[in-house]
């Protein structure tokens, strides 16, 4: 876009099936963070990628082999995304596979501090200008398509500017014991999140042992407040896939990376609990 102004890209060989606009609720630093992103793919968007493998990552853009939900059976794409800053706007070209050919612009135009209006043009190989129902048809696909995934692309956006906001302010100093009724009530309500001392926390029962965790994944601030624990007392991060071990904190898949400290779930002899944050 120039000054608001939509300006189409032409290729030789495609066909400007369609154009998909709006407004998102994010600024360009974390469209540029979730366009480099491809891990995100089969865990955000599950419904619309099954798996994504040969990644090949640079700072411009990266290179890799999707698997897509289709009719029979999956099958795979290869995709390369390339990142043009200066110009503000970025391409998905599929390489080989499922919509060889096609190429996806994607033009930014930001119009206030966090809010991108976002413009995606979907030019199609195979689809002629004379034709113009099946010109309908594929675009209207697409159109949904993306609907979907920027919807849950905005969440995420949205939900990590707001994990980083959250950063910069100032930790309560408060850390008294914070009383949660008797153990049996507790129990009735599991899995309970609650907010503590400025801390959103969560507390679940691993093996008959009442512990709390923080709902933030480590990683890019992920949402773990849903994520329930396995037999083995972990959890998985539903933005990236991320796995944590509950009983440590610890990853539980090789990545160096930790939950933040939580406070212990301490039960006295009377059956009431309360939660404990470890002295300084």
């Known amino acids: 876009m120039q000054g608001g102004r939509r300006v189409s ?65 999956p099958r795979p794409a290869w995709i390369e995304v390339c990142l043009d800053r200066a110009h503000l706007r970025y391409v998905t070209r599929t390489l080989a596979g499922v919509g060889e050919s096609t190429e996806i612009w994607t033009h930014l135009d930001p119009v206030a501090d966090r809010v991108t209006r976002i413009a995606v043009e979907f030019h199609l190989p195979g689809v002629t200008a004379t034709r113009g129902e099946r010109n309908r048809e594929v675009g209207a696909m697409y159109t949904q398509l993306y609907t979907r995934l920027w919807n849950e692309d905005e969440g995420m956006m949205v939900r990590r500017q707001a994990v980083l906001d959250a950063r910069g302010a100032p930790a309560t100093a408060d850390t008294k014991p914070l009383p949660l009724g008797s153990a049996s009530s507790l129990r009735a309500q599991l ?82 609990v309360c939660l404990a944050w470890p002295r300084a």
Request: a negative charge; aromatic letters at 6%.
């Open 9 to 73: 890209i032409e290729i030789a060989g495609l066909t400007l099936a369609a154009v998909y606009e709006r407004e998102v609720a994010a600024s360009l630093e974390r469209i540029w963070e979730n366009v480099l992103d491809w891990e995100h793919l089969p865990w955000l968007h599950r419904d619309s990628f099954l798996g994504i493998r040969e990644v090949a990552a640079r700072p411009e853009g990266w290179r890799a082999c999707v698997l897509l939900p289709q009719p029979g059976e």
């Open 191 to 272: 899995p309970r999140v609650i907010d503590a001392h400025g801390v959103r926390l969560r507390i679940v029962e691993i093996a008959g042992e009442l512990r709390a965790h923080t709902t933030v994944c480590p990683h890019l601030g992920g949402p773990l407040e849903k994520a329930m624990p396995d037999a083995n007392g972990c959890i998985v991060c539903p933005w990236h896939g991320y796995r944590f071990d509950l009983r440590t904190g610890k990853s539980a898949d090789g990545h160096r990376l930790a939950l933040s400290a939580a406070p212990a779930v301490l039960e006295n002899a009377t059956g009431e």
